[in-house]
Each structure stands twice: as C-alpha cells, then as structure tokens.
C-alpha cells in the first residue's frame, strides 16, 4: 500500500512547551545521516570489493563465450529455446554489474568505472547507458517524488490516482483498475523497450556524452548477436530465439527492480525532505538469503543502496543490521518484506492506484514536532 507524505519533516516548528527550537529539527536531521555516514566509514565498509568484482567480469565474460560456444554446437534445433532463457539470465547479471559499475562501486578511479559501464552496458548487454544512467541519477535524487521520479512518471501504468483519472477512454480507465495483474505480463516487453530507449536517446539530438562510443558499442553487440543467431539457426527458430531471450531477459529485470519502490510512499512536489528519511521511507528491502542477493544482483538491500549507492554489493549485507538499528533508534520506519509478499504489495497498490484509492499519510516526523 502506498501513501502520499503530506507535510515537510523539515518544516521548523514554532519554540514553545514540548517543542524543539525553530531551526533544531531540521540541524538534527541533517545530522543524522553524517552520524550514520562516520559509523559506516568507521567500521570499513566502504571499502571496494576488488576481488568479488574482477572475479564476476571474469566469470561472466568467460561464462558468455562458453554460451556462443554451446550455442554453435548444439546447431539449428528448438533446445536452443533453452539457451535464449540461459542467455537472458546471463545477460541480467551482466546488467547488475553495469549499475554496479555506473554507480561507481567497483574502482577508485571514476574513468575505470566509466569504461566498465559502457563496456557491460553497451556492448556486453546491448543497451544504452546514457539513457538508463540519466533516468537513474533522477531517481536516486528524488525517489517516488511527484514530477522529479521518472520511475513513477505517467505512462502505460499508473503510479497515483490522478494519473488514472487522466486516462482518456473508458476502455484505458478500466484497465488501469486491473493494471496490477497486467504489471507482471507486461514486463515481458520491458526487453525491447530497454533497447529501444537506448538506442532512441544515443541517436536524438540531446547531449550525450561518449555518443560514438556508445552506438558503436552498441550497433557492434546488435549486429553480430543477430547474426550468429540466423546463421546457427532457422528463420523461425532464430526470431523464437531472439523473443524468448528478450522476454525473459525483460521480466527477469523488472522482478529485480519492481519490489523497490512501488507501493511505497509517494511524496508530493512541494514536500521536503532530508537525506536519510528520503531514501529509508521510500524504499523496501527483500529478505531472504544469499540466493536473493545473487537473483536481484544486490537491490534487495535497496535501503542500503540508496544511502550508500557507491557501495561495493557485498558490503550491502553487512550494512543492513547497522542501518537498521539506526533507523529503530530516529523511529524512522524501515521496510523488509519477502520477495513474494513485495510483489503482491506490487499488484495491490497498482489496482488501488487505478481504482482511485489510495491513503494519506501524515509524516510520522511532522506528527512528532506538532505534539
């Protein structure tokens, strides 16, 4: 379920009996992070993870050549729809290490992650950095903001209830009272349009920054994926292939993505918030094991990674219990859900959403200083 913050946090209370000094609120919050920050630095986890990340390049580049290889020899037959979805799994990995990369996590060196990024992104994957990098940074500055979220922009889905209200046709008003059932089908198509969006922005009139680099990475990986996939197979086989492996590919990404922040709160353009509160309240971290890091490539520790998004991935987990505790000492709240109730909070808030229902929620900090 979602809720609309209502109040700034750090809006300054009139001094008075019970209250704080005008100003005091908002310099105690701003301390709260740096306090965070320095028991973080203090206990080394920012340190870079070298070896955990040269060995997932090195394995996942040796793991791809070993797919073309397979793929050659097993020949023109319909197991190679197997291969698509190995392939697809493979090519979401990939990506995981791209992000992980453009968010600077694996080197000092801002040149070294660049190159990484764009090597895994665009021509490893496929796809565009520049697009996706542009439209991330957006997010983690204003996560589930009105206006400044890109991810909660109006589009196929809708994200609040004016945004369903605005639909044009009765047909597209009813389907998006259904839309969280059609969420989880239409992540199908999320392949292609990660592709297309890419390419789109590389070769718009906007400011890109490595263009040539980027589109010939890209055209490069394109056109010899296709390639290879129509000389080894069929005509038939070879577009099967490709549809497969981009829609698994696709579902796969959005299942990684989709639990963090949807049906979380949605903050309101004019409302204000500090650091900490802004990227704890409007994200949700998946529980489970090793297993749950390897599958959604260290985002279900997406509290942690907002605070921290320079930080290597495995010292996610090892963050979380200090983070945690920190959170339950300011009373701010902190979300962890399994992986399948996120998904069903996912469904459950799309078809409120598109139903017009969704609650309000007074800011449980605004609620403290007015008491």
């Not at 394995?59 to 050549?65: E, H, I, R």
């Not at 789109?200 to 980027?214: A, C, F, H, I, P």
């Not at 049906?263 to 971290?285: A, E, H, Y």
């Not at 520790?301 to 921290?308: A, D, G």
Request: glycine share 8%.
């Amino acid at each position: 379920m979602s809720q609309t913050l209502t109040r700034s946090p750090l809006a300054d209370e009139p001094a008075g009996p019970g209250r704080p000094p005008r100003g005091a609120a908002r310099e105690r919050q701003v301390s709260d992070f740096t306090t965070l920050t320095q028991r973080v630095q203090a206990a080394g986890l920012m340190r870079r993870a070298y070896g955990y990340y040269w060995s997932k390049l090195i394995g996942l580049t040796a793991a791809g050549l070993a797919l073309a290889v397979g793929f050659v020899a097993l020949g023109d037959t319909w197991w190679q729809m197997g291969t698509a979805v190995v392939l697809a799994l493979l090519m979401t990995q990939i990506a995981f290490v791209g992000h992980d990369a453009a968010h600077r996590q694996i080197f000092v060196s801002g040149k070294w992650n660049e190159w990484v990024s764009l090597i895994v992104v665009n021509l490893f994957a496929g796809m565009g950095l520049g697009w996706w990098q542009r439209k991330h940074n957006k997010h983690h500055a204003a996560p589930n903001k009105l206006d400044a979220d890109p991810d909660i922009a109006p589009g196929v889905l809708a994200y609040t209830p004016q945004a369903a209200e605005a639909r044009k046709t009765r047909l597209t008003r009813w389907l998006a009272t259904k839309q969280g059932w059609f969420f989880f089908p239409l992540l199908l198509l999320e392949g292609v349009n990660l592709h297309v969006q890419g390419i789109k922005r590389v070769l718009g009139r906007g400011e890109v920054k490595r263009r040539w680099v980027e589109l010939s990475f890209i055209a490069f990986r394109l056109v010899s994926y296709f390639a290879l996939v129509f000389l080894v197979l069929s005509p038939g086989k070879a577009a099967a292939f490709i549809g497969v492996q981009l829609a698994v590919f696709g579902l796969y990404m959005g299942l990684s993505f989709a639990p963090n922040h949807i049906g979380m709160p949605i903050v309101p353009p004019t409302v204000k918030i500090d650091f900490l509160r802004r990227q704890v309240l409007m994200s949700r971290n998946i529980s489970g094991g090793r297993w749950v890091d390897t599958f959604m490539g260290g985002l279900n520790f997406q509290v942690e990674h907002h605070l921290f998004p320079s930080m290597a991935r495995p010292n996610l987990r090892k963050v979380a219990p200090m983070v945690r505790a920190y959170c339950e000492q300011l009373e701010v709240r902190y979300t962890e859900t399994s992986i399948a109730q996120s998904y069903r909070a996912v469904a459950t808030y799309l078809n409120r959403v598109g139903r017009g229902g969704l609650d309000v929620w007074a800011c449980p900090l605004a609620v403290q200083y007015r008491v």
